[in-house]
């Protein structure tokens, strides 16, 4: 049974060594979305890469919705997400793995969490907890102790692609935000929506600028995570095998209305 599927991004492919895998493709109204069934008995899961093969989809262009139209299509139910992330504070270091609890999104007036022109009908969804719980039990169990690992922070969502400025870290920071990303929020709002239940770690690859004296690359920010990923695997897999038998989840599979 293949219930339960990876969404992760930058410097990720380190997850998949050495397992045995096959490309799937499913054609969501047009756009096909390309995907990686992995095999690890004594169950499989899906890979999404969310900004497609070859990291060719910038971050403001990815059609969210197709992603969890063509999981819902392939009977997945639970999806685990990895994120790059920037630290808004100077206490939480590159190198963390945080789980997230709660998000913002920032920048509304050009974040198509809240502006979707290919909509037909608005869908009201609750997010008094916009991470499912079970899914976040099962990460926690599965990561405490883990070198760099942070539970309960919250995400502050903009289109990107470019990062932001110093003024722009204080901002969120002074907003109640802890990490900041450019997928996250339009991600967990698809999920949502699609029915299918949604946790996240927020994997910090960097300080936000004026926070370091360096400023922010995105060859430093892949390896970083290409090293946060390394150490995540194997609880990470673990965490997964739990996560596919998991009973269905009646507070993530109704969609508002």
């Known amino acids: 049974m293949r219930s339960v599927a990876l969404i992760a991004g930058t410097g990720s492919?380190?997850?998949?060594?050495?397992?045995?895998?096959?490309?799937?493709?499913?054609?969501?109204?047009?756009?096909?979305?390309?995907?990686?069934?992995?095999?690890?008995?004594?169950?499989?899961?899906?890979?999404?890469?969310?900004?497609?093969?070859?990291?060719?989809?910038?971050?403001h262009l990815i059609n969210h919705d197709a992603h969890f139209a063509a999981l819902r299509a392939l009977g997945v139910k639970r999806v685990v997400a990895l994120s790059a992330v920037g630290s808004l504070r100077p206490d939480l270091e590159a190198g963390s793995a945080a789980l997230l609890h709660d998000?913002?999104?920032?920048?509304?007036?050009?974040?198509?969490t809240s502006a979707r022109p290919e909509r037909l009908a608005p869908v009201h969804t609750d997010f008094s907890h916009p991470y499912c719980a079970a899914l976040q039990r099962e990460l926690r169990a599965a990561l405490t102790g883990h070198p760099g690992f942070v539970d309960g922070v919250t995400y502050m969502g903009v289109p990107g692609p470019r990062y932001e400025t110093p003024a722009e870290v204080a901002l969120f920071a002074r907003q109640g935000a802890d990490v900041v990303g450019m997928t996250g929020t339009a991600e967990a709002v698809s999920a949502r929506e699609a029915g299918i239940c949604y946790a996240a770690i927020a994997c910090v690859t960097n300080l936000g600028s004026g926070l370091a004296p360096q400023g922010v690359r995105h060859g430093a920010v892949a390896t970083e995570m290409q090293a946060i990923v390394a150490g995540l695997r194997d609880p990470l897999l673990r965490a997964l095998g739990l996560i596919n038998d998991l009973p269905p989840c009646a507070a993530c599979g109704s969609r508002g209305h």
Do not use: S
């Not at 047009?30 to 995907?35: C, D, E, F, I, N």
């Not at 998000?103 to 198509?112: K, L, P, S």
């Open 103 to 112: 998000f913002i999104v920032g920048r509304e007036a050009t974040d198509r």
């Open 13 to 59: 492919r380190e997850l998949l060594r050495g397992l045995v895998r096959e490309d799937v493709r499913v054609n969501i109204d047009g756009t096909a979305v390309a995907l990686v069934l992995v095999h690890h008995p004594p169950f499989g899961f899906y890979y999404l890469h969310r900004h497609g093969p070859g990291h060719c989809v910038a971050p």
